[in-house]
């Protein structure tokens, strides 16, 4: 029933069918390219300026190899952390939006980083359990603490065989996040000026890991949680649609919604762990990834990886470079960058 | 018969001391072809109904049956390839263009990781030819009306390529035009593609120029089923809402009529 004034309109709109296949891989390069730049250089820049060529030089001991220490050491896993971090917090932000079918959601949003936090800070402040091999104990806390908190959110959501009420869920996110603050107020409280000020630094976030272990020690986690990513772009689309809708097109909505929300939580302790609560990633990556790529989650889950992979190593560039010799939090960074574009988001939905 | 539901009952809160019953053995049959209109006050279990035959919601008894096989053994994809569903309203929480959505009804024919091919977008665009939205098809679905989203919702329907087409409601809330527009095209669906239909509507006037067939319900009960000429009179309507009304053949449109209609005392 095509008219020819509206075929006219159409080849001014340019509504030829897209393949998609096509624009995937088109976007896939061009977010490959940048997060591989992005990556590449990050860890050459910085306030001391190191020779590349004696960085690589193995003929000079490791030990008086001032340029190698500095790069494989200081930059290098600090970019890789960047980059790991950033890619999890911008999927798992992705991917909790459309479970609560709420643009504004964030990873934080359902209390997986308060419960991370408060694991964290108990360990700062009343001390615990010794390093168990290469982890140390206050990542350990923090993953159980969002652990214990992801598995009570989930717990007060679903009933067997039911989908879930995304209410429920923010209700019980929301409400968690405050009593959880409370907790870590209490925690800090009793403690003194040295613990507090650990534990407020912890709360910044901040990449310096230090070395390969702490990333290692994370990656299965993070692997898991992509691999559960990976089953569930083009459920996710439905499910944003509409729960019902998705249902009748053939989505097994109570699975893809248990998947979902498993595979973000897992992908944002693995993150928090790592590197301390940084915000805002989870918010600005999926949305600015979504103005350029659209909304179809096929394209858009791995081009937010790519993407928050090379935003996070930025910032973290920014902030140890910004301020030189003094290092601005990462968190700071990219709450300064990210509380102006929330609001702006926020005016713009209303 | 195409589509039973047999003895179907189902309740929410079923876990509480007094769980709701929503519908209660409730038995119909959906004649392949037939355009079939369920009417009933609000909360009569009409929704419920709908839920049940799509098979998104399981029943608490009794059994859908498709063809012959209970539904609960088809397997999601498969089913959804059989029968589509058009909600009331939709409301994406991300801005997807109109041929996303209707590219999305493509879903059941897809493999998890399959992109849309050519054949896709042929049926896709067929689709929105066959509801008049094809000139949307690259503007962002949220920027429509209300009677364009239905049409563009009920063309992602059509590309599921679904033989059965159950709607809720699908002219709540739209203007008069709107209205007339959906009437039309759910008549060329029924007589030119023999699309088997179910539809919830309050509209008493839009049932008896598009359906063919009326199943009342009332307080989770079949209180009646039949032709339409059959089951709207007045008596039925007054049983159903407590209104009394007046039935009339309308020559001109050529079909019943409800009219006068006043709170039965």
């Known amino acids: 029933m095509t008219t020819p004034q509206s075929a006219a309109v159409l080849q001014a709109a340019g509504a030829a069918p897209r393949p998609l296949r096509a624009r995937f891989i088109a976007t896939m390069l061009a977010f490959g390219a940048l997060a591989a730049v992005v990556c590449l250089t990050a860890p050459l820049v910085g306030t001391t300026s190191i020779n590349l060529g004696r960085a690589f030089d193995r003929s000079i001991p490791f030990q008086d190899n001032v340029d190698a220490q500095i790069f494989f050491v200081a930059r290098l896993p600090r970019v890789v952390a960047g980059a790991l971090v950033g890619a999890a917090l911008a999927v798992a932000g992705v991917v909790f939006q459309a479970l609560l ?74 409400t968690l996040n405050a009593f959880l603050s409370a907790l870590i107020l209490f925690a800090q409280y009793l403690a003194d000026f040295a613990e507090v000020y650990r534990a407020s630094r912890w709360l910044m976030g901040d990449l310096d890991v230090g070395g390969f272990d702490p990333i290692l020690a994370a990656l299965p986690l993070l ?63 999926p949305h600015l990834v979504r103005l ?59 | 018969m195409s589509l039973t539901g047999h003895r179907l009952s189902y309740s929410y809160h079923r876990r509480r001391a007094q769980p709701v019953l929503a519908i209660h053995d ?29 098979g998104v919601e399981r029943p608490t008894s009794g059994t859908v049956i498709l063809d012959g096989r209970d539904i609960t053994g088809f397997g999601r994809r498969p089913l959804a390839r059989r029968i589509a569903v058009v909600p009331q309203e939709t409301h994406p929480a991300f801005d997807y263009s109109v041929l996303d ?15 849309e091919g050519p054949e896709d977008h042929r049926v896709a665009r067929e689709a929105l030819e066959a509801t008049n939205t094809w000139h949307l098809a690259d503007r962002p679905f949220s920027a429509l009306s209300g009677g364009e989203k239905q049409r563009v919702v009920i063309a992602s329907a059509l590309a599921q390529e679904a033989d059965i087409l159950l709607l809720d409601e699908p002219t709540a809330s739209l203007d008069l035009g709107a209205q007339l527009d959906i009437a039309a095209l759910l008549q060329t669906l029924h007589r030119e593609r023999a699309v088997t239909m179910v539809m919830a509507t309050h509209d008493l006037n839009f049932a008896a120029s598009v359906c063919d067939t009326l199943v009342l319900m009332k307080a989770g009960r079949v209180l009646g089923n039949g032709p339409t000429g059959n089951v709207m009179t007045a ?31």
């Open chain 1, 101 to 174: 079918r709420n643009p504004l959601a964030t990873p934080f949003t359902l209390g997986v980083s308060a419960g991370a936090s408060l694991g964290a800070m108990s360990v700062i402040i009343f001390g615990g359990f010794a390093a168990v091999g290469p982890l140390s104990p206050v990542p350990i806390a923090s993953l159980l603490g969002a652990g214990a908190a992801a598995a009570l959110v989930y717990v007060l959501a679903t009933s067997p065989g039911r989908v879930m009420s995304t209410t429920v869920l923010l209700l019980a996110g929301v």
């Open chain 1, 223 to 285: 692997v898991g949680a992509f691999v559960g990513f990976a089953t569930l772009p083009s459920s996710l689309n439905l499910l944003s649609v509409g729960t019902d809708l998705a249902a009748s097109r053939g989505v097994d909505v109570a699975r893809t919604q248990r998947w979902a929300f498993v595979s973000a939580s897992l992908a944002t302790s693995a993150a928090v762990a790592v590197a301390g609560p940084i915000g805002f990633v989870g918010i600005i990556v």
């Open chain 1, 292 to 350: 350029l790529v659209g909304a179809d989650h096929r394209v858009l889950l791995p081009a937010s990886a790519l993407f928050g992979a090379a935003f996070l190593v930025v910032c973290d560039l920014a902030a140890r470079t910004l301020m030189a010799p003094v290092e601005i939090p990462v968190g700071v960074v990219t709450a300064l960058i990210g509380g102006p574009f929330f609001l702006w988001l926020l005016v713009r939905h209303a």
């Open chain 2, 26 to 54: 409730v038995s119909v049959a959906v004649a392949t072809g037939s355009l079939t209109g369920l009417l009933g006050p609000n909360g009569c279990g009409k929704t419920t109904l709908l839920r049940l035959l799509s």
């Open chain 2, 101 to 115: 959505m209707v590219l999305m009804g493509r879903h059941p024919h897809l493999g998890a990781f399959e992109f």
């Open chain 2, 235 to 265: 008596a039925y309507v007054r049983e159903l809402y407590g209104v009394d009304v007046d039935v009339l053949f309308d020559e001109r449109a050529g079909h019943l009529m409800v009219v006068g209609s006043r709170r039965a005392r």
